[in-house]
């Protein structure tokens, strides 16, 4: 069983800064692609960064987060972080962490990220 578990997430003004994490468990970590999505309320769920297997090499970002969102892994500690500076009103939305590996594509609960003007 694969298990993925968000947290970082919190309210903060614009401008500020968030850390998000996601610990995975139940796969062999560094052979998985991992990547951050976000959905706010009515609208559907969006990719937001995602970083390639092993030491991470290759990264994408939506363009809406480029240059203020970067995508990190710790393959001994199986963690994906997504480090969120310059944030706007608009970057507010629950935050979910997906693993891909294969046939897998498995998500987390979420984390709640919320920016005030």
């Known amino acids: 069983q694969v298990q993925l578990v968000e947290s970082g997430g919190g309210l903060v003004q614009s401008g500020g800064s968030l850390r998000l994490s996601c610990a995975v468990s139940g796969v062999i970590f560094n052979a998985a692609d991992m990547a951050w999505y976000r959905q706010a309320p009515g609208n559907e769920r969006e990719f937001v960064a995602r970083?390639?297997?092993?030491?991470?090499?290759?990264?994408n970002y939506a363009d809406s987060v480029k240059g203020r969102f970067t995508i990190s892994r710790d393959n001994a500690k199986k963690m994906t972080y997504l480090q969120m500076n310059s944030l706007k009103p608009e970057d507010t939305a629950v935050y979910y962490c997906?693993?891909?590996?294969?046939?897998?594509?498995?998500w987390g609960q979420g984390t709640q990220v919320t920016v005030s003007s």
């Open positions: 970083i390639s297997s092993g030491t991470g090499r290759r990264t």
């Open positions: 997906n693993l891909k590996w294969g046939s897998a594509d498995s």
